[in-house]
């Protein structure tokens, strides 16, 4: 099998393909891999593997059908007769399609026909708002009807429970200010959601630094007094995984740090703000506090 690889981000989904390869997991010759933007990992994973890479970006052709047109150049000319979507955020158009009938395989984040048609994180954010208890992803042949080709294999992952209500008041009232939640992002913005919609309004409202909050639990909602925060860089080529990665990092430190505040009595709250009786820094970046 001579296969070409089309991506738009990362590259996590290539890099397998091709560590598969390199393993002798697959028996395939890795003989492209096109993306149809610049500067994206996936550019650096196929460079780490020593396949061309062919960056097709849209805004060098007149229309996105004529960037197509390149795509299926650069795949012929490969002499790649298998194709891979791993992350791809186009919809291939239909020439494409039948030069490679039953040969492009793609990838995506939900059991399908459930939570089809969307990007990820879309396709997870739905599966949470509708409750489900098993999702996962499914490898399927691209057809002209988005996500709708044969199904090859699929793979179930529970979806654990986090806590994901607001909490009632007479809960909040029998804890006064002995209630923390961390959430991802800086408040007072982008308050009000559960990951990864913070993240995702913070990638749409072009933000140039994310990250997280600590803060004491009221009946407002994400309102309560600011215990900590840790900043976090957004990137110019961050997808919302990325940058939900590193901002689950900052999460990871700062947690632990403001509940031993609380624990050691360092912290208390007077007058809707939160006073911390430490050396250590309420306002985390780049490091955490020693």
């Not at 390149?70 to 790649?80: F, K, N, T, V």
């Not at 600011?226 to 110019?236: D, F, G, S």
Request: net charge negative; aromatic share 6%; charged share 15%.
């Amino acid at each position: 099998m001579n296969l070409a690889i089309m991506a738009s981000g990362r590259g996590s989904n290539a890099a397998a393909i091709l560590d598969a390869i390199a393993s002798d997991q697959l028996d395939a010759h890795a003989v492209a891999l096109i993306t149809n933007h610049e500067d994206v990992g996936a550019l650096d994973v196929a460079k780490s593997h020593n396949v061309p890479g062919h960056p097709v970006p849209r805004r060098a052709f007149p229309s996105r059908t004529a960037q197509q047109h390149r795509m299926l150049e650069i795949l012929q000319g490969s002499g790649a007769d298998f194709v891979a979507l791993a992350g791809f955020d186009a919809i291939l158009r239909p020439f494409i399609i039948a030069a490679y009938p039953n040969r492009i395989l793609n990838i995506h984040p939900s059991l399908l026909p459930a939570f089809a048609g969307g990007m990820a994180p879309v396709p997870q954010t739905d599966a949470l708002h509708a409750g489900v208890r098993i999702s996962g992803c499914t490898v399927h042949v691209v057809t002209e009807e988005l996500d709708a080709g044969p199904i090859v294999a699929q793979a179930a992952v529970p979806v654990l429970p986090g806590f994901d209500a607001i909490l009632r008041p007479f809960i909040i009232a029998a804890y006064p200010n002995r209630i923390l939640n961390i959430h991802p992002s800086l408040l007072p913005a982008f308050a009000g959601g559960m990951a990864p919609v913070p993240q995702t309004d913070a990638l749409h409202a072009g933000v140039r630094i994310s990250g997280c909050t600590v803060h004491v639990v009221t009946e407002e909602l994400d309102a309560g007094p600011i215990v900590a925060q840790a900043a976090v860089p957004v990137l110019p080529n961050d997808t919302v995984e990325t940058l939900s990665d590193r901002i689950l990092e900052q999460e990871h430190r700062l947690y632990p740090l403001a509940l031993r505040w609380f624990a050691n009595g360092s912290a208390r709250v007077e007058n809707g703000l939160v006073y911390i009786d430490s050396e250590e820094s309420q306002a985390l970046w780049p490091h955490p506090a020693p």
